[in-house]
């Protein structure tokens, strides 16, 4: 497995593969791997004949107040899992080399990015679609390889995509739960035992929400208000947001009908985590 | 010479001369061709294979009150001048094709935009360096030319490759004069012919600060001063920005040193022309 720091060096090797007739998948990641991103990395590996992972702690995309410093990295570990499961290349880039002295270009996809985790975190989106944008022209892939448990980030990544006419396929693949539900995010080593047991119900209330669902329940607010309820009653959980949103375009919605997502963000403690259900109606 | 109006058309042109080993040069434009675009356009035909000019006028970088709707257009003339300088394909598409419902991105360099035209025309550099975007992904370019009459978009767009990593050389090409001075603008028709006269001003002015600077004056305030001078004479001279200022940053400066711009805008009636040139002292 290569690995490469500058992109005069990514994109020679990208070169090299794509002149040899090789289509490319692209994993951008900012590392502290769990098996949600080994699962993208395996379907990329099905899907395309080499892949590229990108390990960069983007600092565009976090908050002057968020986790930034202490967001948990472990490289060697990572370019173990990542040649374990046949990644081809890992791109992880310096600070200077992604933001070189007068950086002042910014991608922004605007009203999608207002809501949900656009709203609690002013700019994150921005820094996103940025630095999507640059890792995109960087490498050239065939196709890119998101998860859906940052689903506000993949339906703006597929509008950025589809609106800059980007030569690329987004490829969503379902997110990876740990035995007992909670979704696999880096931000869980961030959790002490009780706030581990207190954050199964993001998963808890979801799992309600479907189960209502399905028994026919269509009004949003009555939904939203029994998710709320269940997340409220364990002591150390803040709800950030609870939505229930059409897709793609989340717009807001009183009776659910067509696609729609039910979207959660909610903190223990310091630590803030997100987890979503997509369902048809 | 082929005519796309689709983006799947030129997409397949563009992937068939690319599989043949050709390079490709694109010359971006809003049409109303003259000798300025047609020297993009022969400049693009020396150094790459193919050439593929774009002609779309773009309702995305024009203001409310600007003149998107008189803006001049003759597209049979264009394809003629296109074809006898040896473009290989035009790629003109309808704005549905351009920006589908729900369109919602838009890429936007910060700073360099905030002055000059920027600061007369909000929004203008945001329309252009979204459109841009877009035309690079669309026809993937070896290289793109441009003029530097328009030297603050030249300068914008070689930041926003530079930043968001495009994979392409932006090319900028001399400003083209008439025979006596005025620059080539698709705008010049607007001019009666006592504002065509007025209108020289603007070249007169930037000759006399050449002048001047050659002769060893270095006081931005000065040289300001006697270009505004120049034009306030003309009673049908309404100046927008006269400012030397430092480049590729665009920063202020009270003594001239290293690489400089003096940039004109001024208005004639509703039209409003600009002017500039670059000097290293």
């Known amino acids: 497995m290569h690995i490469h720091r500058t992109i005069a060096e990514i994109r020679q090797f990208v070169g090299q593969c794509r002149a040899a ?63 374990d499961v046949g990644v081809d290349a890992i791109f992880t880039p310096l600070d200077q080399e992604m933001y070189p002295q007068g950086f002042s270009t910014f991608v922004e996809v605007t009203g999608l990015t207002d809501i949900l985790c656009g709203q609690s975190r002013p700019g994150h989106f921005r820094g996103v679609t940025t630095v999507v944008t640059k890792l995109f022209n960087i490498v050239a892939p065939d196709q890119a390889f998101f998860g859906q448990k940052d689903a506000q980030q993949a339906l703006v990544i597929q509008r950025m995509v589809r609106d800059l006419n980007m030569n690329l396929e987004v490829v969503i693949l379902p997110t990876v739960r740990e035995h007992d539900g909670l979704a696999m995010s880096s931000r869980n080593v961030y959790l002490t035992e009780e706030q581990r047991r207190d954050a199964l119900v993001l998963y808890r209330s979801l799992c309600a929400f479907r189960a209502a669902v399905q028994q026919g329940e269509r009004d949003a607010g009555k939904l939203r208000g029994m998710m709320t309820d269940m997340i409220t009653t364990v002591p150390g959980a803040q709800p950030d947001y609870v939505e229930i949103l059409a897709v793609p375009d989340l717009q807001p919605l009183e009776t659910l009908q067509g696609g729609i997502i039910a979207a959660l963000a909610v903190r223990f403690g310091k630590t803030r985590l997100i987890d979503n259900v997509i369902m048809e109606v």
Request: net charge negative.
């Open 21 to 83: 007739g090789q289509t490319v998948g692209l994993v951008p990641t900012m590392g502290y791997f769990h098996e949600g991103h080994l699962t993208l990395m395996r379907e990329a590996k099905q899907k395309c004949d080499v892949v590229v992972v990108t390990l960069y702690v983007n600092p565009l995309q976090f908050g002057p107040k968020e986790d930034l410093a202490q967001y948990p990295r472990d490289f060697e570990r990572d370019c173990t899992m990542a040649r």
